[in-house]
């Protein structure tokens, strides 16, 4: 069934290319297709077009495609084009006629729009929750190893005392800006697009603020035109927001990748959390932490691609936005699963305790030794000569009495102070 049929069989290539993975990809839509066809139905009571009646037995079997939904009943035959066209036909094969009249004064494009703005919506709010997880426990890590110090690196060369408090509060503070773009990509999806039909409204007298309302928007997409060319455009938003996230999560798995090596070694996990070599016996490898790099990676060059496919369409439906779906949908989900994977192992992670008593790190005191010097009485650029000749001859002697107390510094974390910025 198509919902374009027009009493004629199109080739089967044609199908299979057109069609794609919708089927699968929808199955993921359903239940959300479900809730605008309900808001539908009731706004199409309301104003006359359906009676009490076909009203409300439309909703009883919309709530029963819901519950196969639920339960994991629900399929979409190859001989059904999407999610849309399955749901009507099990209306109109219930209800007959009144099946036939939930398309009333909509088109799939503001169906499919509808659809997916509601999805987006929930899974920006887990995503929001997740991070706000992650985010939790690495302000708990830092406030647990704040004392301890690390070697900080500028080109891969040690430069100052840093700490495990500084290491997991910079990351925490990160997904704070993070979810500014979740956030604002949750403003652009929380918009009603529904009535907007195939981009240039309806003559049928349907109320749209009474779908925004009943199906939990916070406001309406008034232009029709606008609620079209919304398609594409939130799904980018979205993916702007999950690159941003994604973008933290590569850095710090990073990181934990050099940490964990043998030549580092200032951090490690239980071995359950590692895996082994098929050779070698002594490897504890980080694939955990390897394949949250490079799923973050891939993900961040979502936005682009969503980029590359709308950015020369006019206004107007296309085929072309039909790809962007199967673009975000497996983003979500992997953005998801890399969220829960970073919390669930970073919570066994165990610090090394007096990394910086190797003298190989004593090169790091170098500027703390300085402004020892300046604080005294030095000039700085007398100062700084003073210990580049000390460390030229080899006779330089760290004073390793740190005193950082400004904010944000290895001595002054400001733990509540970034909390206090993750709004709730």
């Given at each position: 069934?198509?919902?374009?049929?027009?009493?004629?069989?199109?080739?089967?290539?044609?199908?299979?290319?057109?069609?794609?993975?919708?089927?699968?990809?929808?199955?993921?839509?359903?239940?959300?297709d479900?809730?605008?066809?309900?808001?539908?139905?009731?706004?199409?009571?309301?104003?006359?077009?359906?009676?009490?009646?076909?009203?409300?037995?439309?909703?009883?079997?919309?709530?029963?495609?819901?519950?196969?939904?639920?339960?994991?009943?629900?399929?979409?035959?190859?001989?059904?084009?999407?999610?849309?066209?399955?749901?009507?036909?099990?209306?109109?094969?219930?209800?007959?006629?009144?099946?036939?009249?939930?398309?009333?004064?909509?088109?799939?494009?503001?169906?499919?729009?509808?659809?997916?703005?509601?999805?987006?919506?929930?899974?920006?709010?887990?995503?929001?929750?997740?991070?706000?997880?992650?985010?939790?426990?690495?302000?708990?890590?830092?406030?647990?190893?704040?004392?301890?110090?690390?070697?900080?690196?500028?080109?891969?060369?040690?430069?100052?005392?840093?700490?495990?408090?500084?290491?997991?509060?910079?990351?925490?503070?990160?997904?704070?800006?993070?979810?500014?773009f979740?956030?604002?990509?949750?403003?652009?999806?929380?918009?009603?697009?529904?009535?907007?039909?195939?981009?240039?409204?309806?003559?049928?007298?349907?109320?749209?603020?009474?779908?925004?309302?009943?199906?939990?928007?916070?406001?309406?997409?008034?232009?029709?035109?606008?609620?079209?060319?919304?398609?594409?455009?939130?799904?980018?938003?979205?993916?702007?927001?999950?690159?941003?996230?994604?973008?933290t999560?590569?850095?710090?798995?990073?990181?934990?990748?050099?940490?964990?090596?043998?030549?580092?070694?200032?951090?490690?996990?239980?071995?359950?959390l590692?895996?082994?070599?098929?050779?070698?016996p002594?490897?504890?490898?980080?694939?955990?932490?390897?394949?949250?790099?490079?799923?973050?990676?891939?993900?961040?060059?979502?936005?682009?691609?969503?980029?590359?496919?709308t950015?020369?369409?006019?206004?107007?439906?296309?085929r072309?936005?039909?790809?962007?779906?199967?673009l975000?949908?497996?983003?979500?989900?992997?953005i998801?699963?890399?969220?829960?994977?970073?919390?669930?192992?970073?919570?066994?992670?165990?610090?090394?305790?007096?990394?910086?008593?190797?003298?190989?790190?004593?090169?790091?005191?170098?500027?703390?030794?300085?402004?020892?010097?300046?604080?005294?009485?030095?000039?700085?650029?007398?100062?700084?000569?003073?210990?580049?000749?000390?460390?030229?001859?080899?006779?330089?002697?760290?004073?390793?009495?740190?005193?950082?107390?400004?904010?944000?510094?290895?001595?002054?974390?400001?733990?509540?102070?970034?909390?206090?910025?993750?709004?709730?």
């Amino acid at each position: 069934m198509k919902l374009w049929d027009k009493g004629y069989s199109t080739d089967k290539k044609i199908d299979q290319f057109t069609v794609g993975n919708d089927r699968e990809l929808d199955l993921v839509l359903a239940k959300y297709d479900i809730q605008a066809s309900s808001a539908h139905a009731k706004m199409l009571g309301k104003i006359g077009l359906l009676t009490a009646e076909e009203t409300q037995a439309l909703l009883r079997e919309l709530e029963n495609i819901a519950l196969s939904i639920k339960e994991g009943n629900f399929i979409i035959e190859d001989s059904f084009e999407d999610v849309h066209s399955k749901i009507e036909y099990i209306l109109t094969e219930k209800l007959g006629d009144t099946g036939k009249k939930i398309h009333t004064a909509r088109s799939r494009n503001d169906q499919v729009l509808a659809a997916m703005q509601l999805y987006l919506k929930e899974e920006l709010s887990e995503i929001k929750h997740l991070t706000k997880e992650l985010f939790n426990l690495l302000l708990r890590l830092a406030d647990k190893h704040k004392e301890q110090l690390l070697p900080g690196y500028t080109h891969f060369q040690i430069a100052m005392p840093s700490s495990f408090g500084l290491w997991f509060s910079a990351y925490a503070e990160s997904l704070v800006d993070d979810l500014h773009f979740v956030g604002a990509a949750y403003k652009i999806a929380d918009q009603n697009p529904l009535g907007s039909a195939a981009g240039y409204g309806s003559s049928f007298p349907i109320d749209r603020s009474y779908t925004t309302s009943e199906m939990g928007f916070a406001d309406l997409k008034y232009n029709v035109i606008a609620a079209q060319m919304g398609r594409g455009k939130v799904e980018k938003a979205v993916a702007i927001g999950i690159s941003g996230i994604a973008d933290t999560l590569s850095k710090l798995a990073m990181d934990i990748c050099l940490y964990m090596s043998q030549n580092f070694n200032f951090i490690s996990f239980p071995d359950a959390l590692t895996t082994g070599s098929s050779i070698m016996p002594h490897k504890k490898n980080p694939d955990v932490f390897e394949l949250i790099r490079a799923k973050c990676n891939s993900l961040q060059a979502i936005p682009n691609q969503i980029t590359l496919i709308t950015s020369n369409l006019p206004s107007g439906y296309h085929r072309d936005l039909q790809i962007v779906k199967g673009l975000i949908i497996p983003a979500i989900q992997e953005i998801k699963s890399c969220l829960e994977m970073m919390t669930f192992t970073l919570k066994d992670i165990n610090v090394n305790a007096n990394i910086l008593d190797d003298p190989k790190y004593d090169y790091l005191f170098s500027v703390d030794t300085l402004n020892h010097l300046v604080l005294n009485g030095m000039p700085f650029r007398e100062a700084y000569k003073q210990i580049g000749s000390e460390i030229e001859a080899g006779n330089f002697k760290p004073e390793k009495h740190l005193n950082h107390t400004h904010e944000g510094s290895l001595g002054n974390l400001c733990l509540d102070k970034i909390k206090a910025k993750m709004k709730p």
